[in-house]
């Protein structure tokens, strides 16, 4: 059976603040909510009106796509209308789509640098079209404001999927409820202490090798004015010779630049960004040469006036297909792009994170799905065996253990995390195809229904249920099954 692997001065506002939109804030801050939702942030998200029309053929699979004006994509016999987009379209845009409520990500992305569609990152090698990748709340987390997933699925969302489109005010100033009702002030992050001020930042704009929730809590909790720290853990390699650029790596560049090391907390993210409203082009080379040297003297430069242009490179991100990001190392001299990992393989907390067993056996875990490294696997079984055992890690020590090839510490581990979350579709489609080996079709069958109910474009468990249906002799029941699964994975209308 084939398996699936996986506040110095804060607001006074009460924890029981709601956020309101961005609408709320309108009335008394016209000229910043006008000057803001023209920004790449606040048109981060959004429903597909209109979109650039265009074609390509992906090279791996053959497979010729035609975009029209509309979003509706035609590819072979079928068509799919895109329904939302993700990204700001500085550097790009990928897009989704709805199934009867459960979200997609279609395979295609239009890279506004090359002015061009192509397949989105990580469908470089298929070989044939695929359409059944699952949204999860976490993927709106940067984008979108307020995620509305319907409990108990993990790709299910109520219409609209967010609250509001794009990046709103409350993402960086809290909650707004108490605010316009005259009974608190909205955080401001220039004027938090550093750690708080960059957490505000740090939410969307940093990456690390691995992101863990603290037990009991997620990064979704987070409010501005408080620490991030307090709900999650980054952990970076060891080695600080990261090279290459990630989309949402700019913390963790800054932090490494020789600027940000000399001028400590002065230096953040709002030293040189103003987030209210989009810069106009032709002034942008003054703009940041006049940020420079509010520090730098024109003596120090030998090459001319555009300083970004010299220590702020842009280079191809590692993480998003032909998107070109700028550099926020900051380097004196220009490098040729790498795109390896350093070959120490211990991961550290970054900066001002702290890490228990858990936090840095998950994080091992995590990585270790991509290094496939056998001192970061044998590391996580170590670390994640010492601690309190909550469902997520329940679910890592089972999946650690099936891929050492022991079934039997598989199975119990499994079945302990199934009973602690009975929801998480891996836990289910994983369990599921334990229990056939041990020859338990019915129980089987059930969990991997249990799956299809949560994401019904799960083609592995409708795979797995009809391998067992037809040898107890139900093909046409397994027919019913595997349907539905194959038409979403191949973006076609399921019957």
């Given at each position: 059976?084939?398996?699936?692997?996986?506040?110095?001065?804060?607001?006074?506002?009460?924890?029981?603040?709601?956020?309101?939109?961005?609408?709320?804030?309108?009335?008394?801050?016209?000229?910043?909510?006008?000057?803001y939702?023209?920004?790449?942030?606040?048109?981060?998200?959004?429903?597909?009106?209109?979109?650039?029309?265009?074609?390509?053929?992906?090279?791996?699979?053959?497979?010729?796509y035609?975009?029209?004006?509309?979003?509706?994509?035609?590819?072979?016999?079928?068509?799919?209308?895109?329904?939302?987009?993700?990204?700001?379209?500085?550097?790009?845009?990928?897009?989704?789509?709805?199934?009867?409520?459960?979200?997609?990500?279609?395979?295609?992305?239009?890279?506004?640098?090359?002015?061009?569609?192509?397949?989105?990152?990580?469908?470089e090698?298929?070989?044939?079209?695929?359409?059944?990748?699952?949204?999860?709340?976490?993927?709106?987390?940067?984008?979108?404001?307020?995620?509305?997933?319907?409990f108990?699925?993990?790709?299910?969302?109520?219409?609209?999927?967010?609250?509001?489109d794009?990046?709103?005010?409350?993402?960086?100033?809290?909650?707004?409820?108490?605010?316009?009702?005259?009974?608190?002030?909205?955080?401001?992050?220039?004027?938090?202490?550093?750690?708080?001020?960059?957490?505000?930042?740090?939410?969307?704009?940093?990456?690390?090798?691995?992101?863990i929730?603290?037990?009991?809590?997620?990064?979704?909790?987070?409010?501005?004015?408080?620490?991030?720290?307090?709900f999650?853990?980054?952990?970076?390699?060891?080695?600080?010779?990261?090279?290459?650029?990630?989309?949402?790596?700019?913390?963790?560049?800054?932090?490494?630049s020789?600027?940000?090391?000399?001028?400590?907390d002065?230096?953040?993210?709002g030293?040189?960004?103003?987030?209210?409203?989009?810069?106009?082009?032709?002034?942008?080379?003054?703009?940041?040469?006049?940020k420079?040297?509010?520090?730098?003297?024109v003596a120090?430069?030998?090459?001319?006036?555009?300083?970004?242009?010299?220590?702020?490179?842009?280079?191809?991100?590692v993480?998003?297909?032909?998107?070109?990001?700028?550099?926020?190392?900051?380097p004196?001299?220009?490098?040729?792009?790498?795109?390896?990992?350093?070959?120490?393989?211990?991961?550290?907390?970054?900066?001002?994170?702290?890490?228990?067993?858990?936090?840095?056996?998950?994080?091992?875990?995590?990585?270790?799905?991509?290094?496939?490294?056998?001192?970061?696997q044998?590391?996580?079984?170590?670390?994640?065996?010492?601690?309190?055992?909550?469902?997520?890690?329940?679910?890592?020590?089972?999946?650690?253990?099936?891929?050492?090839?022991?079934r039997?510490?598989?199975?119990?581990?499994?079945?302990?995390?199934?009973?602690?979350?009975?929801?998480?579709?891996v836990?289910?489609?994983?369990?599921?195809?334990?229990?056939?080996?041990?020859?338990?079709?019915?129980?089987?069958i059930?969990?991997?229904?249990?799956?299809?109910?949560?994401?019904?474009?799960?083609?592995?468990?409708?795979?797995?249920?009809?391998?067992?249906?037809?040898?107890?002799?139900?093909?046409?029941?397994?027919?019913?099954?595997?349907?539905?699964?194959?038409?979403?994975?191949?973006?076609?209308?399921?019957?």
């Amino acid at each position: 059976m084939k398996l699936l692997i996986w506040i110095a001065l804060t607001t006074t506002c009460s924890s029981a603040a709601t956020y309101v939109g961005n609408a709320s804030c309108r009335p008394c801050h016209t000229k910043i909510y006008e000057s803001y939702s023209v920004t790449p942030m606040a048109r981060s998200s959004g429903r597909v009106i209109a979109t650039f029309p265009g074609r390509f053929r992906h090279a791996a699979s053959g497979v010729d796509y035609h975009i029209d004006a509309r979003g509706a994509v035609r590819f072979g016999d079928a068509e799919k209308q895109l329904d939302w987009f993700i990204g700001s379209g500085a550097a790009g845009r990928s897009f989704i789509y709805s199934q009867d409520g459960f979200l997609y990500q279609a395979p295609i992305t239009f890279y506004s640098q090359k002015g061009a569609w192509d397949v989105s990152p990580g469908y470089e090698n298929d070989t044939s079209t695929r359409w059944n990748r699952p949204i999860e709340s976490n993927c709106f987390f940067c984008h979108a404001s307020q995620a509305r997933p319907i409990f108990g699925t993990q790709n299910r969302f109520s219409s609209p999927p967010f609250a509001q489109d794009g990046v709103g005010c409350e993402r960086c100033h809290g909650p707004g409820s108490d605010h316009i009702a005259g009974n608190g002030r909205m955080v401001n992050p220039a004027k938090l202490d550093p750690q708080r001020r960059d957490s505000v930042c740090a939410q969307c704009h940093l990456s690390g090798e691995a992101r863990i929730n603290k037990a009991g809590r997620s990064i979704a909790m987070f409010r501005p004015g408080e620490l991030l720290s307090d709900f999650v853990t980054y952990f970076v390699f060891e080695s600080a010779n990261v090279t290459g650029v990630k989309a949402t790596g700019y913390v963790e560049k800054l932090y490494s630049s020789r600027c940000k090391i000399a001028s400590g907390d002065k230096l953040w993210c709002g030293t040189c960004h103003e987030t209210h409203r989009a810069r106009d082009p032709s002034a942008v080379v003054a703009y940041y040469r006049e940020k420079c040297l509010s520090c730098h003297q024109v003596a120090d430069c030998q090459r001319g006036l555009d300083c970004r242009g010299c220590h702020m490179p842009r280079t191809r991100a590692v993480d998003g297909g032909h998107g070109v990001l700028t550099d926020h190392s900051l380097p004196r001299k220009l490098s040729a792009f790498r795109s390896d990992r350093p070959q120490a393989w211990q991961l550290v907390p970054f900066k001002d994170f702290d890490a228990d067993a858990r936090s840095l056996g998950l994080a091992y875990a995590d990585v270790n799905l991509r290094t496939q490294d056998k001192n970061q696997q044998n590391q996580a079984v170590l670390l994640l065996g010492r601690g309190p055992r909550d469902g997520e890690v329940l679910a890592r020590l089972a999946d650690l253990y099936s891929r050492q090839g022991n079934r039997t510490r598989a199975y119990q581990f499994y079945n302990d995390a199934f009973r602690a979350d009975p929801n998480s579709v891996v836990v289910l489609v994983n369990l599921g195809g334990l229990e056939a080996e041990r020859g338990n079709a019915a129980r089987a069958i059930e969990l991997w229904q249990s799956a299809l109910e949560r994401n019904p474009g799960l083609v592995e468990a409708a795979t797995n249920i009809e391998t067992l249906l037809n040898a107890l002799g139900r093909a046409k029941e397994a027919e019913a099954h595997l349907n539905r699964a194959r038409q979403i994975e191949r973006g076609l209308a399921p019957r």
